[in-house]
Structures are given as C-alpha cells and as structure tokens.
C-alpha cells in the first residue's frame, strides 16, 4: 500500500480495537478511534432489548449518533482501513456519522470488520451514501482477533 494510511475504528467491546491496533502496527499507520459524544453502556449495547439504544438507533439508519471529537486529520492520509463491528448487517450508524463529518475526496477508504457470525451484507451500500461520489469505498476483510500482526501485513501489502 502506498501514501500514509490512518486506521479509523468504533469499537463498542473492545474486539475491533484490538484488531484495529494490530492493524496499525501490520499498515505502520496511524490510529484513531471513533468514540461518540455519549458511551454505550453494556444496556445500551444489548441487542435483545428492542428498547435499548443500538436496536433504536440501528432500527433507524438516518441516526447519526455524536462524536466526542472531531480530530481527525484526514486531509493528511491517502488510504483509510475503516473498522467496525456488524450490527445488524450492517456498520453501526455512528460510522455513518464518522463518514459525514469529513471530506473523503480522492481518498481510498478500505472496510474492515469484526463479527460474530454475519459477513458484511450491504454495509458498503449503505456507507456509500455518507461519502462523496469520488471516494473510493472497498470492502475489505472481516478480522475476528485471530490474525497475527504478520497476518494482517500480508493482507495490507495486497491492498
């Protein structure tokens, strides 16, 4: 992979930071972590709770849930590995959010994904719509935790 590479992530449990670190290291990118306004407590995140914030927020994909900052540097990179977890089928809206704060023009944005039993459905559709039409948006891989940072340089040198 050529030009400077920022792995951005959301992680609600701490797998896909995980993985997003051992990324990092794999790309010799920089991280940054996705983190809303308001943290998801483990209530929030419980996916058998139809009243509970993710199953709202993800029963509406127009939510745009805040984030705590808006640090980023974007300007600064050629190439984004993008992580998130499934929910749902798809990335949670807060990548959305993430996605529609910054001008992604002429970038690479490459999809990254941790799960626990689904594939990425039509998570690149969906995100497609946040990001301008000159962005490139490529799925990429679903990373459980099991790669090893030579695993993940692997990968990354064919992207």
Do not use: C, H
């Not at 998801?40 to 939510?63: C, F, G, I, V």
């Not at 745009?64 to 640090?71: F, V, Y």
């Not at 679903?142 to 790669?147: E, H, K, S, T």
């Amino acid at each position: 992979m050529s030009g400077k590479t920022l792995v951005a992530y959301f992680s609600a449990s701490g797998v896909t930071a995980d993985v997003a670190k051992k990324l990092a290291q794999a790309a010799e990118g920089n991280l940054y972590e996705i983190r809303p306004r308001e943290p998801y407590t483990a209530a929030d995140l419980d996916w058998t709770n139809k009243r509970s914030r993710s199953t709202l927020e993800m029963n509406d994909l127009s939510s745009r849930p805040g984030l705590a900052d808006r640090n980023a540097d974007i300007a600064k990179y050629d190439t984004i590995l993008l992580g998130f977890p499934i929910w749902w089928g798809v990335a949670p809206t807060i990548v959305n959010t993430f996605l529609e704060s910054y001008d992604f023009s002429g970038k690479r944005i490459v999809l990254f994904a941790t799960s626990g039993g689904s594939g990425f459905g039509r998570t690149a559709d969906v995100l497609k719509a946040s990001v301008s039409a000159d962005t490139e948006l490529v799925v990429g891989k679903l990373l459980n935790g099991r790669q090893t940072v030579a695993d993940l340089k692997k990968w990354v040198e064919t992207l």
